[in-house]
């Protein structure tokens, strides 16, 4: 077929030049580039289907591993793995079939790639937990192995077997087995790809110029890396601009944010917008094309600017738990204080005030309630107006509320303080310490079951000798006892909800977790990371988290982006639509059904010496989402790796006769 | 032993730890481009980490995050290994780094040993397997555990029998009887201590007898009973295999407790005893089981949730100190409980046949000792600057994870990536500076 030479004649003499260190001054010609680039690369689908077919043909002499994975029992206590393996040995083409303890243990992927070499395997199976969590160690497993590392399948025995099916041992043993037949079908259909190689924007889009933003900003510049900071309000700092001292160093919030916005305006490396919102993010890893709009005076006139960027650290942070009308009488009685207000209060007194006076009255004594918009339960507390209970812990209160009791009776020791909590959560470094000092200080403690939080009303004309507000509780240190305490002023202790960041999250096609924070893909394998690549978790947008908490994070944030722009181009996976030249006619169903803007379109292209429109994919667009395959009316565009030969072949491989000895359930019966 | 390593080798960088924050460090700065040295004293890499069962809040499989990360270590064309080490001191000059290490004798040599595991089939001495907290028995000379890396033999001198049997059966040679320990000083421009933790001991508090009864056991060896590789495959309790029926978790036994001079909060154990309690109830339906506890601290992601779960599911919880633990017939122990819940019984004994003591975390390492490295009052490494957590007393050395105080896992490797950062800014802006010059 003549284009395909054509098209490989294309690469060779026309090579396409990039800068890959330094942004472009034409960032408009850089993206054009990219995309050519792109194009180029993702157009592989006539080599591809060849390359297939020609697979297809050497199929009958394939050499198939199968590896099955005990998951220490976590499988091999449902799932009788030594059957599995006993029977995957007699489908035709497997040449070894294998149980281990761990195969993604060292150990286990030894033997992997071992057996690629010894026994020259061509394709590979590994049947053990989700491909979540370990397609990429097996894909690093078969490369070392000298193979192909998409001739390699995964299949989930373990949330999709062992764990559904534990009551069910033979019948899930018989789904496993079935499975791995399907992967086996699979695997005869499929034809070597690579990753898609993509330069690499080196500089990073920072949003948010709290503390989190800040340091990842100054870290990444201070290794070297441009950042871009977008800030939405007209000062840098974020919350802490409104703080008073910080737990637990006890130094001024101003003397933290001014040591990072230092760092941050003394490096060349970084460019920051203040009033600046980011209005529009497209792109993908290594190349983001990001525009935001300035508004640098009140009246000023709007400014609207591009960037190409490699990477985007979200460090939008949170939002101070504002309680609802009439929460604990908030908004009603003047006394009810929120934390960040009672700071403010704090910080106005004067130092050498020996009385705390708030609205022209002395305050004699003081409470504190803890959990206020957090851990909340469902049946006990409002939802908010958006529906959402705030289930979560914030983290920060307890301390927070100890630090500044313990303030108040060291500053006004005539001032009573009480304190309401379900739990003290002080556990990070040095926090326990203000618990045992407030303790000593005097602070009365009050603990409330969840369930039942106190009562606050307004104390009845006649008998507020004690004070305007009354709060009544169930005091489980005092066995349950019902208390009514009179105070002057209560201090709630306020939690955090998420950022209102809502354009950002539709835009990037974000994952928000219950809690309506920012979600990581994992906790532990990778804790900063979303799943659309390249962008970046950093402090309180993922989850409530104290100051010390917030700088690791952002350099967690920082250190993957330095990992990522550590080389000159980025990789991706290799399973993107490919068009069928031969059978697309370029009426655009494929265009008009995909989601991500700018992975398909149609172009002019000459094929066979006509002048005709075609559908082209753009590969680091392109999400692989295959919403094309199922328009086309032509079965003209398929996706590389998941392709529908390769599907019937998996759904032919389940309903396959299976060698060996019938293996079924009354729960489960596949035949 | 691995000899390819000598004074010549000069890392970028050197993880005094392989545990989780030492791994995910390392990781971070060899992802980066630059020459990473950890340095284990152990056998394996992996840590406290790879000997847990599984993790909250997601309940994966410990090994199933951990073993990627030690096998990406192990593979990291940047990356080397050092087990069976330790760090004798640290002398810094101008912002380098001279680690003088001491290489422990393992009896076999690493260069030749193919970790066939022949030499422990053949070996006839056993003793209690520490891997597995005792319960199970390891030959003297064997591979560590199944997922350990390097997948080499070692040979414990103290049990070993010298009988030879090992050298004879050996295809490669491997076994070397006269293995001397080795010094080596190796210089490297940045450092991270990422020591670790240990727990401070079951017998802490004397009135809660944990030596007077092997059914008050520590929480780690309740992890290998609990891990579907452990010891016996079930929960047995150690004094007669009984399977328990009633389970009591005592929480802050080693924390938040001046008379024992750990008034710190160890951050993991409530979470850890939820975790376990759940495992439990699925091991053991008919179990009761009860948490006694002071403050409940779910305080990460995803835990609070956690927490009222387990409470849905019957896990009892009871919001009193205990005071004292007493042995009682049968084995089984009566647990006297302060209880702030119930006004008629305030001073309540009650009977368990298991009790899981949480155990505090203290430092695994005193580095003051013998580096430039500060440690703060409570013990672990001092982090002195406001906007570096990361920073030590030292310049070019580094603080990551529980050698900074105790940490949950997900903190541990958040903090393990920003001194990844924080050491990977600091060699750019030395070398920047010299080529400047």
Redesign the interface.
């Known amino acids: 077929m003549s284009y395909q030479n054509d098209h490989q004649g294309q690469h060779e003499d026309e090579p396409v030049e990039l800068e890959c260190g330094e942004p472009g001054r034409d960032e408009e010609a850089y993206v054009r580039k990219q995309i050519e680039l792109a194009r180029r690369q993702a157009d592989l689908s006539p080599s591809a289907a060849i390359a297939a077919q020609q697979h297809q043909e050497d199929s009958a002499s394939l050499r198939i591993g199968v590896y099955i994975c005990r998951c220490g029992g976590n499988i091999s206590d449902v799932v009788d793995v030594e059957r599995v393996a006993e029977t995957v040995r007699l489908i035709p083409g497997v040449a070894t079939a294998k149980v281990h303890t761990f195969v993604c243990s060292d150990p286990g992927q030894h033997t992997i790639s071992d057996d690629i070499l010894r026994e020259n395997l061509d394709r590979v199976v590994v049947a053990s937990c989700t491909p979540f969590l370990h397609e990429q160690t097996f894909r690093g497993a078969v490369a070392r192995g000298g193979m192909n590392p998409y001739l390699y399948e995964h299949v989930n025995i373990r949330e999709q077997v062992s764990w559904a099916h534990r009551h069910d041992p033979a019948g899930a043993t018989s789904k496993a087995i079935r499975m791995i037949s399907a992967a086996i079908g699979k695997l005869r259909h499929v034809a070597p790809l690579d990753q898609i190689k993509l330069p690499n924007h080196r500089r990073a889009l920072v949003i948010g110029g709290g503390i989190a933003g800040l340091k990842a900003a100054s870290d990444l510049a201070g290794r070297g890396i441009k950042v871009l900071l977008v800030e939405i309000s007209d000062k840098l700092g974020g919350h802490l601009n409104q703080w008073g001292r910080v737990y637990p160093s006890e130094r001024a919030a101003e003397e933290l944010v001014a040591d990072l916005v230092n760092a941050v305006g003394h490096n060349p490396n970084i460019e920051v917008l203040l009033s600046s919102k980011v209005k529009a993010v497209s792109g993908f890893i290594g190349n983001f094309k990001v525009a935001v709009e300035s508004q640098p005076a009140a009246n000023g006139a709007m400014q609207k600017l591009n960037a190409t960027v490699g990477a985007i650290i979200m460090a939008t942070g949170f939002r101070p738990y504002i309680p609802q009308d009439g929460e604990f009488l908030y908004r009603t009685e003047p006394s009810v204080l929120t934390m960040p207000e009672f700071v403010q209060l704090m910080r106005s007194v004067s130092h050498h005030a020996t009385s705390l006076v708030y609205k022209d009255k002395n305050v004699r004594n003081i409470a504190f309630l803890h959990c206020v918009g957090s851990r909340q339960l469902d049946g006990v507390h409002e939802p908010s107006t958006d529906g959402r209970l705030n289930s979560y812990c914030s983290r920060t209160c307890c301390t927070t509320i100890l630090q500044q009791a313990l303030a108040v009776r060291t500053r006004f020791p005539q001032i009573g303080v009480f304190d309401f909590n379900q739990d003290i959560r002080a556990y990070g470094r040095g926090e326990e310490d203000y618990y045992a000092q407030a303790s000593r200080a005097g602070v009365v403690f009050f603990r409330y079951n969840g369930e039942e939080p106190p009562r606050v009303e307004i104390t009845p004309a006649g008998r507020a000798k004690d004070g305007a507000l009354s709060i009544t509780v169930k005091d489980a240190l005092t066995w349950g006892q019902e208390l009514t305490l009179g105070v002057d002023m209560l201090v709630l202790g306020t939690g955090m909800i998420p950022g209102r960041i809502q354009d950002l999250i539709e835009q990037m096609k974000l994952a928000i977790g219950e809690d309506g924070f920012l979600q990581e893909v994992h906790p532990k394998l990778r804790p900063v990371e979303v799943a659309v690549s390249g962008v970046l978790l950093a402090g309180t947008a993922q989850g409530p988290m104290n100051i010390q908490e917030t700088l690791a994070a952002a350099g967690a944030a920082a250190v993957k982006a330095a990992s990522m722009f550590a080389t000159e181009s980025v990789e991706l996976n290799p399973y993107v639509a490919a068009v069928d030249l031969t059978r697309c006619t370029g009426e655009a169903q494929c265009v008009t059904q995909c989601d991500y803007e700018g992975a398909l379109q149609i172009v002019q292209m000459e094929v066979d010496g006509e002048l005709v429109e075609r559908a082209q994919v753009n590969a680091g667009l392109c999400a692989g989402c295959g919403a094309c395959v199922a328009v086309c009316p032509h079965r003209a565009i398929d996706l590389n790796g998941w392709r529908i030969d390769q599907f019937e072949a998996m759904v032919d491989g389940i309903a396959a006769d299976i060698p060996g000895r019938e293996c079924s359930s009354e729960l489960v019966s596949i035949h | 032993m691995n000899t390819q390593i000598d004074s010549n080798y000069r890392p970028d960088a050197l993880i005094v730890g392989g545990g989780i924050a030492g791994l995910q460090s390392a990781l ?1 700065l060899a ?3 630059l020459q990473v040295l950890v340095v284990e004293r152990q056998s394996s890499i992996g840590g406290h980490m790879i000997a847990l069962s599984k ?1 909250y ?2 309940l ?2 410990a ?3 951990t ?2 990360k ?3 270590a ?2 990291h064309p940047n990356m080397q290994i050092l087990t069976n080490t330790e760090v004798e001191a640290i002398e810094s000059r101008d912002g380098a780094h001279q680690v003088r290490l001491l290489q422990k004798p393992t009896y076999v040599n690493f260069d030749k040993c193919i ?1 066939c595991r022949l030499c422990e089939y053949a070996c006839d001495t056993e003793y209690p397997d520490p891997f597995e907290e005792g319960l199970g028995a390891v030959r003297a000379i064997a591979v560590p555990f ?2 350990a ?3 080499k033999a070692v040979l414990d001198a103290g049990h070993c029998g010298t009988c030879g049997t090992c050298a004879r059966v050996c295809p490669t040679g491997a076994i070397e009887f006269d293995q001397q320990p080795r010094h080596l000083t190796i210089r490297t421009d940045a450092v991270i201590v990422a020591s670790g933790f240990q727990l401070n001991a079951l017998t802490v508090k004397p009135q809660f007898n944990a030596h007077r009864s092997r059914n008050i056991i520590a929480p780690i060896t309740l992890e290998r009973l609990l ?3 452990g010891p016996y ?1 079930r929960v047995l309790r150690p004094s007669d295999g009984k399977m328990p029926s009633s389970i009591a978790f005592v929480q802050c036994a080693g924390s ?1 407790d ?1 008379s024992i001079g750990v ?3 160890s ?1 993991v154990c409530c979470m850890y005893s939820i975790k376990q309690a759940m495992l439990l109830s699925g091991a053991l339906p008919l179990a009761d089981i009860t948490i006694y506890y002071m ?11 956690f927490y ?1 779960n387990a409470k849905a599911m019957g896990i009892n919880f009871v ?1 009193g100190k205990v005071a004292r633990i007493h042995p009682v017939d049968g084995g089984d122990l009566a647990v006297q409980v302060e209880s ?4 008629e019984t ?1 001073m309540e004994l009650r009977r368990h046949d298991l009790v899981v003591l949480a155990q505090g975390m203290i430092p695994g390492w005193m580095p003051a000792d013998s580096t430039p490295v500060a440690c703060a009052s ?1 013990g ?1 490494v001092a982090t002195p600057a ?5 920073a030590t007393t030292a310049p070019g050395i580094f603080v990551a994870g529980t050698a ?3 940490k949950d ?3 541990t ?10 050491a ?2 600091y060699l ?2 030395k070398r ?1 500076a010299l080529v400047a010059v």
């Open positions: 971070d992802d980066q481009g993790v809040p997601t994966d499989c090994s199933c995050i073993t990627p030690m096998s990406a192990a593979h970790g199944t997922n890396i390097p997948q891990a579907p590789h495959g938040r001046e008034p710190y909060c951050r403050d409940i601290r779910a305080f990460g992601k995803g835990y609070e949730q009222q919001r702030t819940e119930n006004a305030p409570d672990f406001l906007t570096a957590p990361t900074a105080g105790p896992i997900v903190d490797i958040a903090e393990a990536g920003a001194a990844a950062m924080q990977s800014q750019y802006q920047s």
